[in-house]
Nanobody, 116 residues
Framework: QVQLVESGGGLVQAGGSLRLSCAAS????????MGWYRQAPGKQRNLVAD???????KYVDSVKGRFTISRDNAKNTVYLQMSSLEPEDTAVYYC??????????WGRGTQVTVSS
């Protein structure tokens, strides 16, 4: 199972932007979907966006038009560009990777805090 390391979280004012990155520990040609979940305090972890190896994307309605997911297959890295951030986006963001014949790998999470 690959190890995932997230970076790019932090504190930002409402309306600002942040870019999250998630890099896999090794190159794997069998990683299919990669993506991001988030978990706010006292709430369950929910999908934010995901992207397949061929670039098909999916977003939760609340972030459409504000967040963009992308990936670099050569580096097995997935990115989440977040713009027009709102206090409701405050959460711990976790990346994941689905690799063939292996259980889902998760990162440890990165905190995103949006102040009003």
């Amino acid at each position: 199972q690959v190890q995932l390391v997230e970076s790019g979280g932090g504190l930002v004012q409402a309306g600002g932007s942040l870019r999250l990155s998630c890099a896999a520990s090794r190159i794997s040609f069998s990683i299919n979907s990669m993506g991001w979940y988030r978990q706010a305090p006292g709430k369950q972890r929910n999908l934010v966006a995901d992207i397949t190896r061929d670039g098909s994307t999916k977003y939760v309605d609340s972030v459409k038009g504000r967040f963009t997911i992308s990936r670099d297959n050569a580096k097995n890295t997935v990115y989440l560009q977040m713009s027009s951030l709102e206090p409701e986006d405050t959460a711990v963001y976790y990346c994941y990777a689905d690799e063939s014949f292996r259980s889902r790998a998760w990162g440890r999470g990165t905190q995103v805090t949006v102040s009003s």
